[in-house]
């Protein structure tokens, strides 16, 4: 089986990028044929260093990094990336399963048709909204709470909710339109990483689509539990902005009597630092690991906004530490609440309820092996992963070799040549 891997960068910047390299590797170790298709130049993870990974670069400039009238406007159609992706697929074997997980800083809408031209099956891995919310979290910076809005309906448009400006709030719509024309209607596999995910964009998705579960990879090996109840802190992992609630811990810490620990950067660094909070910066992943190990009593993950699947989640409950997460996260069906950690609502009396609980050494203790064994009676490792995403790719296949799967399917992709132009 060939599986072509489509992502933005060959390093981890993120959460997606880490699940792309993650999956590539482990269906190479499962004997899987991957080329993986790589959208801005730069630095290369040692994951892809393996003999069944077929790199490609298709030398795409970061949107960021452009003008801001260049990049709005290749951000909503890029006909460059959609001929470098069409030619890269040309150049290579024929694919039997296209996957992508993430579009939006290099690719644009315009990638979508031609790799329904491949002729093979395309999934998309959702970690986040971006296929059917213009500002791709499905919230209101403006409220600072969760949206209720449907996407792309007239109050959606109407609203100032993106995170940086009204006018950054249309150009995203304009790209959603361009994306749902893309689209047009030809059935696109979601793989979802959570089931509040599956719930949430089957509602919000405009197209025909095919629903799928698959758990995210962690790059984690099995050790000895760690030792919370001698920590120091709880410690927050992320980027420290308010939607993810980089400030909730902060002001429940204070509230509960312990040290808040953060490890990340963000635009509420100063706040931080001011309120009497540490902070150690960026962490390389080994270093902020071992940090974890050493100093948490606890990790705390109280987004705000209905995160998928946050990675630090299932890291810490691999090592052995309770984790106190929101109940709008998709990583809150990993945690059981009292047993390893705390699912509460992201609000600071609720946070500092939970956070109070951690005071106690003998508890402590006893939520991290908790959470150590039950992560390892089924551990989401990147080898776990790999056949599970194996056996969906096999599932799909077997679906599509029957004459009505296949018909169901293809049929728009085969209509629809290589090198198509934009839909409007």
Known sequence: MHVVVLAEFAAPSGGAEKVALESARGLAELGLAVSYLQGVPGPVDPLLDHPRIRRVELGLPDIWNR?????????????EAAARVGAALAALPRADIVHLHQWTRSLSPSVFPVLFAAGAPVLATLHDYFLACPNGVYYRFDRAEPCAL????????????DSRSRLHKLVRVARTAALGRA????????????EASRARMGALFGGAAFHHRLDNPVRVRFEAPATPESGDAVVYLGRLTREKGADLVAEAARA??????????????????????ELLGWQA???????????????????????TGPLTVYEALAAGIPVVTSERSGASEKVRDGETGFV???EAESLARAFAQFRDDARVARLGRAAHARFWSAPATIAA?????ADLYRRILADCAAPIGCAVQHVCAEQTPRGVSAPF
């Open 183 to 194: 689209i047009g209607g030809r059935p696109l596999h979601l793989v979802h990483v959570c």
């Open 344 to 346: 509460v609502a992201p």
């Open 285 to 307: 992943p080994e270093d902020a690991r071992a940090i974890l190990r050493a100093r948490a009593r606890a990790l705390a993950a109280p987004s705000r906004w209905y995160e």
């Open 150 to 161: 449907r996407p792309m309906s007239a109050a959606c448009i109407a609203v100032p909710c």
């Open 385 to 389: 992963h790999a056949h599970a995403a």
């Open 256 to 277: 509960a009597g312990l040290p808040a620990l953060f490890i990340g950067t963000g635009p509420l660094e100063a706040e931080l630092r001011a309120g009497g909070a």
């Open 67 to 79: 003008g801001a009238v260049v990049g709005a406007v290749s951000g909503v159609w890029d006909r």
